[in-house]
């Protein structure tokens, strides 16, 4: 029995194969669960118009994540972080973080398809991939600066002198 393979099945072919099946396997398992048809011209004609069609459709969602990927490509990020004196950063940059800044780029994109093999942690310029499709990865240039945190120290006596002074401030007011 010669029959056209809807969807892959391991040991036998691959999605739109033509293959020769004994008559049980295919009528009793194959084209009951959907995974085959019948190998007559009309099936194949119409197999091979859906398959164009399909085709067309995957054509025109790549074009589709290649203009974004170049969009990508165009936009320049750049986040300021706290750096501590020992020079570690306070927390990292995140996968949403990166969108947030592309997007007020215009461009729109899931966090999920940022692909961040580590968090970052330091001062730097980064390159991460963006994967929009299976065959389309873009990438995203990332500039990292750090700022200093600027911890002022404060004498007690200063801070003391200053709590009342503020408190007979507000009493006037209240009146």
């Not at 995974?35 to 589709?64: E, G, M």
């Not at 320049?76 to 969108?99: D, H, L, P, R, Y």
């Not at 215009?106 to 980064?126: C, T």
Request: glycine share 6%; proline share 5%.
């Amino acid at each position: 029995m010669k029959l056209l393979l809807k969807e892959d099945v391991e040991g036998l072919g691959i999605c739109g194969q033509e293959v020769e099946v004994k008559d049980g396997y295919g009528r009793n398992f194959l084209i009951p669960k959907g995974k085959a048809l019948l190998a007559t011209p009309n099936n194949l004609k119409a197999f091979t118009h859906q398959k164009l069609v399909v085709q067309s459709r995957v054509k025109k969602v790549i074009a589709a994540a290649q203009v974004i990927a170049d969009d990508i490509a165009k936009a320049n990020c750049s986040v300021k972080k706290k750096i501590g004196e020992s020079g570690k950063m306070f927390g990292s940059v995140t996968a949403q973080e990166i969108a947030d800044l592309l997007k007020a780029q215009g461009v729109d994109i899931d966090r999920r398809k940022i692909q961040l093999s580590e968090p970052i942690k330091k001062a730097g310029e980064y390159k991460i991939p963006v994967k929009l499709h299976p065959e389309v990865t873009a990438e995203i240039k990332l500039n990292v600066e750090g700022e200093q945190e600027v911890v002022a120290v404060a004498e007690p006596d200063a801070t003391a002198e200053a709590t009342p002074e503020a408190e007979t401030e507000s009493t006037p007011e209240e009146k």
